[in-house]
């Protein structure tokens, strides 16, 4: 990889630069060196939602450099998951009679408040975010599943 790929920001499509970080080989030949660009894109993506929805990202290669001509490939999907967490990160809100509470912590999103209850006390359920990010230079593997038809 040589950006970074967030479930956060990526959209179905969206393309990203990579590039091979052994040589591809064909029967023994070396058809693209190592340190060749590729293309890749987004097969699917999920942001992380409330709660449960993780966040997910499915990427696939589309073409491939070979000597400044762009070579189509269809390769495997790689398919990453944002991690979940096993217990709730729970804040305690100060909350006015009568009245829910809003708050959050900055790592995530209010999910409820205590509506109705009494001075200096309630508690609120806040999440944090379960995106998932394909780091810079993150080893990713692909295999063909068409053969490749080079010229020459």
């Not at 209850?117 to 593997?141: F, N, Q, S, W, Y």
Request: glycine share 14%; proline share 5%; hydrophobic share 40%.
């Amino acid at each position: 990889m040589r950006s970074p790929l967030s479930s956060a920001t990526a959209s179905p499509g969206e393309h990203f630069e990579a590039m091979l970080q052994e040589p591809l080989a064909i029967d023994g030949k070396i058809i693209a060196p190592s340190g060749a660009n590729v293309i890749g894109q987004v097969v699917a993506v999920r942001h992380s939602g409330k709660l449960h929805e993780l966040g997910y990202l499915r990427i696939t290669l589309v073409s491939l450099d070979l000597n400044g001509q762009p070579v189509s490939l269809s390769t495997s999907s790689f398919f990453v998951q944002g991690a979940s967490y096993k217990k709730p990160n729970w804040a305690l809100i100060g909350a006015g009679a009568s009245s829910g509470a809003l708050a959050s912590d900055g790592k995530g999103a209010l999910i409820g408040g205590a509506a109705g209850a009494g001075p200096g006390t309630g508690a609120a359920l806040t999440t944090r975010k379960k995106d998932v990010v394909i780091e810079v230079e993150r080893h990713v593997t692909f295999r063909l599943t068409q053969p490749l038809v080079t010229h020459g």
